[in-house]
């Protein structure tokens, strides 16, 4: 079954850096178009960024020149790097292939806070 694996989160001061992992199983991962998302308290889960089987990448405007998505196929894997983090940034971070399976995993917390 499709199990996502997220990891890599913390609590950092704004202008910090993270980066995020996502190990998955059970889809055909190199041959998938990957996102990662977010859930901030009190707000619906919104798509941060996207990289198709080929590279190709596309970001949330207000995340566009902090953020970099990458993939490394060989294992199975997402990265998020974050930079120049912003108390916005708070939230559960999430990964999960396009179109969305149902089988999220637990998220990993990201907390920018002064």
């Known amino acids: 079954q499709v199990q996502l694996v997220e990891s890599g989160g913390g609590s950092v001061q704004p202008g910090g850096s993270l980066r995020l992992s996502c190990a998955a199983s059970?889809?055909?991962?190199?041959?998938?178009?990957m996102d990662w998302y977010r859930q901030a308290p009190g707000k619906q889960r919104e798509l941060v960024a996207r990289?198709?089987?080929?590279?190709?990448?596309n970001y949330k405007d207000s995340v566009a020149g902090r953020f970099t998505i990458s993939r490394d196929n060989a294992k199975n894997t997402v990265y998020l790097q974050m930079s120049t983090l912003k108390p916005e940034d708070t939230a559960v971070y999430y990964c999960?292939?396009?179109?969305?399976?149902?089988?999220w995993g637990q998220g990993t917390q990201v907390t920018v806070t002064s």
């Open positions: 999960n292939r396009f179109p969305a399976t149902g089988a």
């Open positions: 990289i198709t089987s080929d590279g190709r990448t």
């Open positions: 059970g889809i055909d991962f190199s041959n998938r178009v």
